[in-house]
């Protein structure tokens, strides 16, 4: 069949082809080419292959020079909270000097100083901001983009948020995914009405769904903020409405939140910092996700998920990179999976595996994203080195040379060339 698009002179392609949830040894394996093509028809990929490719070329067909850069798939966070107004620098020094995460946002400050800045933005502010970061993800090979509410803490400004994740999703060529957190924090307005605001949650649910505006439900479950009884009162009812259901778990302390979230049968569980060791061997045992992210770890000066005792045990593991004002300002993914390669010693094969195909997975576009198989999404990203493990050893810069989302090229030469 002949292809729109030829991307030829790739030194190796890099894809997971294991059907997921990859787990244990199989994390390791990846499908290799050397000297390769990827031929691409409209919005999907028509081969992967090697030797000649005049078969699929006609007088329509664009022929784009890879150059010798390596190609892997488009990249999926499956972990942020995308849409939000402001920032947080003047919080670090505080921080720095040891003053709790959690003293911070009890205190008023941490998440609740990003709500009140997004109580306060426009529709216009927050989606141009939101448009920016997308852009600098795009930039580093991120393809598909979970996005999390939470910083409005009222119906208002939850929707407005998710509205702008949805306009984003239309007018960027990034593909997102939305989350509705209104179990993120509890609101000044409720601080001594905490069941109440679970109440209101439980409530908003139904305007949310209503309307399509996201479809999963995340709730922060830590001390001091939602409790295991809390959270398992919000995801049931999630469930039942028919949202996915995920959860901030274990990043601070244990409180029991994993061993719900599995028993829900959560898609996901996210952060995993502290995550008990019977709690691993539960989690192995279900089809939750593990979803690791070490730029919190890094940034809060936190300890790192036990990445290496939770993969041998057999979890299904995805890593995501968290960019949010508070706890991992940053959009740079490649830095996030570098630090994944630094402190969870995971092999280079493993991060991609985990980076690609297991979060497509229980995000649950696995059958069209996260892989470079024929049929799927030609989400295709060149990188400038020369194998994988060398984008993750030489840290901090971004080795994209090019970007495909859906057939299009979007970033040429670390530049960005198209917008939709
Ligand atoms: O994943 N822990 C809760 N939520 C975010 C941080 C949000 C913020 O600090 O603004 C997280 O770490
Ligand atoms: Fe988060």
Redesign the pocket.
Known sequence: MKADLIIYNINTVYTPYIVPPIRGKNMSRLYSLDRAFIAVQGDRILAVSTGSFDQHVSEYTVLHDAKGAIAIPGLIDS?T?LVHAGSREMEYDKMKAGVPYLDILKSGGGILNTVEKTRQASFGELYRKAYQSLDEMMLYGVTVVEAKSGYGLNLETEVKQLSVARELSKDHPIHILSTYMGAHAIPIEYTHYKDDYVDEVIEDLKFIKKNGLAEAVDVFCEEGVFSVEDTKHILMSAHAMGFKIKL?SDEMKSIGGTSLGIDLEATSI?HLMSITDSDIAKLAKSNVAANLLPGTSFYLKKKYAPARKILDAGCIVSISG?Y?PGSCPTENFQFIMQLAYQHYDMKPEEILNATTLNPAYHLGIHETHGSLEPGKHANIVLLNVPNLSYMLYHYGINHTKDVFIDGKLVVLNRQIVRKI
């Open positions: 972990h909270h901030h996210d968290d949010n």
